[in-house]
């Protein structure tokens, strides 16, 4: 099956650049367009009619619900995923209304940008492979009749495999006594575990909204992902 054509619209270059970079380790996408500006990806949309568009909402000309809305008034067939730090009700509701497949919050992270594509790459399979349609069907491909969450909190007797409870607790409590944001690397040494041990534990907390993920950039631009206790 050939590649889901992905446009990915950031103005801001230094993130477009880490979502390129998740998207070219997510098999089965292919990056055909980046835009930095409404005008750009109105354009790349119209001439390359991607499958998919990474949109951001807040641009220097214009937001995103502004693209989204002409898109779906002009009866296009790309899907949207917002990628966006608005965080208020208003904007994800009119996301909503607009059609959107999936809203993710910045700070992006790979996991969950990972999951939404495998979600959509899912979608269309089905979509593809359906002749008529039986109301199962249309109960496993619209978002509001998924059925209830039911996933267990959080807690040290129903952990993933790779995360220990001892190690867990390790970190729960470098965070919470930190009195800043810590990346992968000073948690490690703190808990005598690798960088790459201590960004898994990492990452899982943030899954499970523990920890908050902000993307730093050092003095040579390169991306830094740094993590911060919520109750801090």
């Known amino acids: 099956m050939s590649s889901i054509r992905v446009v990915i619209a950031e103005d801001d270059h230094q993130i477009a650049e880490i979502q390129q970079r998740f998207l070219e380790r997510i098999e089965g996408f292919e990056l055909v367009g980046?835009?930095?500006?409404?005008?750009?990806?109105?354009?790349?949309?119209?001439i390359l009619k991607p499958e998919l568009l990474l949109l951001d909402v807040h641009f220097p000309k214009g937001t995103g619900l502004?693209?989204?809305?002409?898109?779906?008034?002009?009866?296009s067939s790309t899907d949207v995923i917002l990628i966006t730090a608005a965080r208020?009700?208003?904007?994800?509701?009119?996301?909503?209304?607009g059609g959107v497949f999936d809203y993710i919050l910045k700070p992006l992270v790979f996991e969950r940008?990972?999951?939404?594509?495998?979600?959509?790459?899912?979608?269309?399979?089905?979509?593809?492979?359906m002749e008529s349609l039986v109301q199962g069907?249309?109960?496993r491909l619209l978002p509001?009749?998924?059925p209830p969450n039911t996933s267990q909190p959080v807690t040290n007797t129903n952990l993933p495999k790779g995360?220990?409870?001892?190690?867990?607790?390790?970190?729960?409590?470098?965070?919470?006594?930190?009195?800043?944001?810590?990346?992968?690397?000073?948690?490690?040494s703190q808990i005598e575990a690798s960088r790459t041990t201590a960004r898994r534990y990492l990452e899982y907390l943030v899954s499970c909204g523990e920890l908050t993920a902000e993307v730093s950039y050092g003095s040579v631009g390169r991306p830094e992902r740094r993590y911060l206790n919520q109750t801090s």
Request: charged content about 40%.
């Open 34 to 46: 980046l835009a930095h500006g409404l005008d750009e990806a109105r354009d790349l949309v119209d």
């Open 66 to 75: 502004d693209l989204l809305r002409e898109l779906r008034s002009g009866n």
């Open 88 to 97: 208020e009700v208003d904007t994800l509701k009119a996301a909503m209304h």
């Open 163 to 188: 995360i220990d409870a001892l190690t867990l607790d390790k970190v729960r409590k470098v965070l919470l006594e930190a009195d800043s944001s810590r990346n992968a690397e000073e948690v490690g």
């Open 113 to 129: 940008l990972r999951d939404a594509l495998k979600h959509y790459a899912e979608h269309l399979d089905k979509l593809r492979n």
């Open 144 to 146: 509001r009749n998924a």
């Open 137 to 139: 069907d249309v109960d």
